[in-house]
């Protein structure tokens, strides 16, 4: 049984959780560790499950606790050497493992496979967990859909999966032009329409559920986000991963089945962090 979570999902902070009965990782820690640490609380997660972290790239929306939560909990923290020299100073972990792209990454039972990705930044990368013949996938900050990325959604049960903004609300919106080309280029994020056409092209028969995420603020909204997926909405479930409270939590056995947990106390934890 797999339990799976976004903890976080947004320009200001992501981190998403994966564990089983014995263990657990997280991707990303671009919020505080108090502020992942409670909303684990809140849904139910036993913090002291947690093995390791993985983060994505240097951006401190993806890596603002790392330091902290590794010297807190006392977990390794994985990334690139790239990452880690493009990274602030005050965000690095005191002793980073690093890896390459070539290589999977054992941590107790999961077995973490990083995924080169196309993303204005120094390395970045997303992963597949793989536990006991499932497939979680960690998909967000992506620019265009590579190969990569496209063969490894294919082979997923469960994903995180970037639905960053609207075109319509881009073009039309407050940013200035530059931050709206760099938003749509092939290394900013994938739109609705792109992450509408990478599921129904490139998933299996296997997936089972989707949790729509890294939300733009400004450019983007629950309601048009599920409106573009909803053709696809018979073939797995589609929810969304918010900004401001973790999300349900997920169970998934390697049978066809998957339970969702309603979560308790749901709270508005509005961040005050700059937005992109």
């Known amino acids: ?22 263990s657990a990782i997280l991707i990303d ?32 929306d993806h890596m603002r606790g790392a330091r902290v939560m590794g010297k807190r909990l006392q977990i390794p923290v994985y990334m690139t050497a790239k990452t880690y020299d493009g990274s602030y100073k005050n965000l ?6 690093f ?15 990083p995924v080169p990705k196309l993303h204005d930044a120094a390395d970045p990368c997303s992963f597949r967990i793989s536990y006991n013949n499932l497939n979680i996938g960690v998909f967000t900050d ?8 496209k063969t490894h959604i294919g082979k997923c049960n469960a994903l995180f999966l970037e639905s960053n903004y609207d075109e319509g609300m881009l073009w039309a919106g407050r940013y200035p ?25 490139h998933t299996n028969g ?20 599920l409106k573009t997926m909803h053709p696809l909405s018979d073939r797995f479930e589609i929810n969304i991963a918010s900004r401001f409270e973790a999300s349900a939590v997920y169970q998934l056995s390697s049978d066809s089945g998957h339970k969702k ?10 961040l005050q962090f700059p937005e992109f």
């Not at 947990?261 to 509005?270: D, E, G, S």
């Open 1 to 22: 049984m797999l339990e799976i979570c976004a903890i976080a999902s947004g320009s200001n902070g992501n981190c998403y959780y994966i564990g089983n009965e014995n």
């Open 29 to 60: 820690a671009g919020i505080s560790t108090k502020q992942i640490l409670n909303r684990m609380k809140e849904r139910g997660l036993d913090s002291g499950k947690l093995r390791a972290l993985f983060i994505t790239h240097e951006h401190s």
């Open 92 to 97: 690095r972990p005191d002793y980073p493992r």
């Open 99 to 113: 890896f390459t792209f070539n290589e999977t990454i054992a941590v107790d039972d999961f077995i973490v496979h």
């Open 142 to 149: 992506i620019g265009e859909a590579c190969d990569n990325v």
């Open 177 to 201: 032009q530059f931050l709206k080309e760099r938003v749509a280029s092939k290394v900013g994020h994938l739109s609705n329409d792109q992450t509408f056409e990478l599921l129904k092209k």
């Open 206 to 225: 296997n997936l089972r559920c989707v949790f729509l995420s890294h939300i733009s603020k400004d450019n983007n909204t629950h309601e048009k986000a």
């Open 261 to 270: 947990q309603i979560p308790n106390n749901p709270q508005n934890l509005k």
